[in-house]
Each structure stands twice: as structure tokens, then as C-alpha cells.
């Protein structure tokens, strides 16, 4: 059956060995669409649909001639039922207010369907550090909300602006499903994330958001912020687009049960960069988060658009992919990234007269696939078609590439007759981490399986005594055979 598909695959190949697969969406005609496929989204009890729409592209940033509303409303005829948007999208947030009340999806209005709104995924962002207090007079992240705002403050806007008036009133029974910490991924600010969890105190002159975002989960107000013990919320996740061994450190702190969900980049491109699918992907999945990936046509520089954030209408793509370059290729890429449940993207156009021209309904389409639904050498062919474009580099949104490191924070221990040694999970550069070996006197001893490190319970090995002056390293070892050593270790009795 695999050589069957290699020599498909072969059939539709042209010039300089770039697969073009032909677009799914040949009909004007839409309705006998089938159902869109879902999947499991971690731990969370809701299957997704495959594709999410995504809250910037033309919902942020919307040319004159394009009705932002349009595009919501075709995302839910459709059955897409993963929404994303953000505190920081512009009116992305009140635009989909608008159109959930035309479907019966605000709660206290005439037609509102509980049932319905419960078989819809929304899911906004705070950038936003803390619940209270500030830093030599300063807020912690960003936020496009009130001077002075905090992670909370973020929470209820949303809900103004999806389900309310737009200045603060929100119906009872509204509630966001997932609250992300938006662009998780610098130290020095996400380290305030977690103050307050072990022991929150309504005296406390600061915060972390995990904390207050925790009392609008629950109902709870343990850290005060929550009075009227609301439950505006379903579950807490993280977002980052830069450095996945920050995120993983995040999720690894959690000894709360408090992370439900992470969005991260999953392109064809990623594993040119400092790469999330063979790092953050696997300790999130591991720790059964639910895994959203995002940036599939980095933001349109996979196309016509220059490498780097749209800032304005004129920025976005609103094309269908390319000879070069087929969309189909990249969303199905993203979708067979091991441990992803969905994509988000931003839609620039629609066209309800011609689907081929309608990137909402070619990338839906692209989205019905299983989680293994391409080989691997179809996978290798699709990242090497991307590698081209701009020289690979496309991904201005994560950082450069590193080579796969030796385990990192590596320490020994000696104590009686017993030699110890603890360390933390490796970097994997473009292959999964399989093991470490455990090199005595230039000899492999022993072999230490590698897992996904969900906590910061590190990886160790043990040695009896032996000789004096023995030299030990610890080597990474991914699955193409690749190594990393780290630096030796003297032993002394």
C-alpha cells in the first residue's frame, strides 16, 4: 500500500521535483458538503473540527471590499466549530459577538440554543501577566484593553465584547471556553505567571494570572478578584510563537492540573527554525493538552506577503496558494504534525460563486484528513517544497535554528559508594530524542529511554562506585542517530 501512494504521489510531481496536488474544491456548489471532520482535543471533552477559524487575517485587518461577518457566518454554515480570537485582534472579538447572536449563540437573547452554544469551541487570549498589582508601575505583557488592565480585566472584555454590550455588561450564562496566556515564551516576564498559585491571598499586591484566571474557572475567589464567584471560564492554556523550551518549562511548572490547551506554530517550515513539533508538541500531548497549531501559511509569507506581521488590509493574502506551493500541501502538513488536534487560519476571502477562489472552503476540504493521513516521505516532500520558498525563511515568528543539545542542567552527585546524575530533557533539532546513553571511560554502560518530561522531575541514572578518576558523559541521541555530548565528568573517591 505505501509503494501505491509513493508512485500516486510520483503521478502528479513536475518540474524541480515539487509535488502539486490539484485543489479538492472543483464545484460551485456546496451544500452536500459532508459533515467536517473532528478529532479529540486532549483531555477536554469536545471534539474540534480539524480546521479552526482563526481571528486575524480579514476579521483584524479587513480590506474595504471584503464583509468581515460573511466569513463567520460561512465558518458556522459550514460546521467549522473552533473559533480563536484575542484581546489584541482589534474588533475580531466584537465581530464574532455579532454574528453568534444572528445563530442563537448569546445566552438571554430570543433563539439562544444552550445545546448549540455548547457544540462551539471559542477560545480567546490575554497577553497579560498578572491578576494584580504592577511592576515599578507598569502592567506585565500587553493588552489592547483599558490603561492599567490585568489578565481578569482581559477575561470579562471578551465577554463584553462577544456577548455583551461592547462596555462592560455581558448576559448570565456567558462564559469564553478556553482563555489563553497569549505569546508565552520570555522568561522574564512569564515568570510571574504562577505567583500566587500555592497559597493566594486577597492581601497579596500581586498576582499571576494563573491564580485569578484559576477563581474564574471554578466560581472560587481565593485571590479576591472574583466576588461574585462567577465561572466565566472552561479551561486555561498557553500560546507562544518563539521558543518552545520556555513553554515546555511552563507546562512543566504545572502541578496543578491547571493547562488544558496550547496553540503553537506547525508548519512545513518549523523544523527550519528552533522547532515546536519535536519539542513543546510532545510534553504538551503527553501531559493531555489539547494542541492547536497555528501560523500554517506563516501569516502568508508562504505566498505573496513578506516576512513578517500584517499590519495593515493591504497585507493580506487573500489568494488560493500557488503552482509552487499548493495550500492543500501545507494544511495537510499541519494536520499530520504528530500530537496536533487542529489549526486555526485566518481567512482572507471568500467566494460564495466559485469555491475554488474561496480560501475558507479549499483549506476546510484540505482539513479532511487523519492524523496520519500522510507518510512520512510525503511529509519530507511537502518540507522540502516549503525550504524553498524565501529561502526557508519564513517563519519570522520563531527563533533561528540550533543543532540538537547535550541534556541540559546535567549534574553529579557522589555520595557513600553511589555516583548519581539528574538532568533535563535535551533540545531535539530535527528528529525526535530517543535516549541517552551513558558513556563511562569512552564505553556506553547503559541506555536512559527518552519520555517527554511533563514535570521537573529530571531524568537520572545511577552507578556504583568503581575506580578513581573514572570520566563519564551523558550523549543525546535522536532517531536518525544523531549525538550530542555533554561535557565530562571526573569521578573522585
Known sequence: ????????LKSSMCGGGMLLVPNLVTGKSTSLSPKPMTRSFGRIEHNVTTMGLGGQASLMWTPADVNPEAIIHKALDRGINYFDTSNIYGQSQTLIGKVF???????????????????????????????KGYINGNVIGSTDGPKGSHALDDVRRTLTQVFGDGKGYYPPGSYVDMVLIHYTGYPQIDKYLYLGMDRPDPADEMIGAFAGL????????LTGLNPKHEKLIRYIGISGHSDPMQMMKIIQQDQYGLLDGILVPANANDKLHKNMQNNVIPVAKAKGLGVVGMKV?????????????TEVPDEVVRSVGSKYMPSESLVKYSLTVPGVDVVIMGIGQIDNTDSRNCQLEQN?????????GLSQLDREEIEQMAGRIKDGKTNYFQLPQESMS????LKMEQKSNQITFTWDTAFADKHIITHYDIVKNDVKIAQVKHTPQINETPFHFKDTRGQNNEVYKIVTVDAAGHTAESKEFIAKW
Do not use: C, W
Not at 1 to 8: A, E
Open 1 to 8: 500500500m505505501k509503494n501505491k501512494r509513493r508512485s500516486i
Open 214 to 221: 484559576r477563581d474564574l474557572r471554578d466560581g472560587t475567589n
Open 406 to 409: 547535550a541534556p541540559n542542567h
Open 297 to 309: 501559511f506563516s501569516d502568508g509569507a508562504m505566498y505573496s506577503k513578506d516576512a513578517k506581521f
Open 101 to 131: 447572536r444572528e445563530h442563537g449563540l448569546v445566552a438571554g437573547l430570543p433563539g439562544y440554543s444552550e445545546s448549540k452554544r455548547r457544540s462551539i469551541f471559542l477560545t480567546s487570549k490575554t497577553g497579560l501577566r498578572l491578576a
Open 364 to 372: 476546510l476540504q484540505a482539513a479532511q484528513i487523519g492524523r496520519n
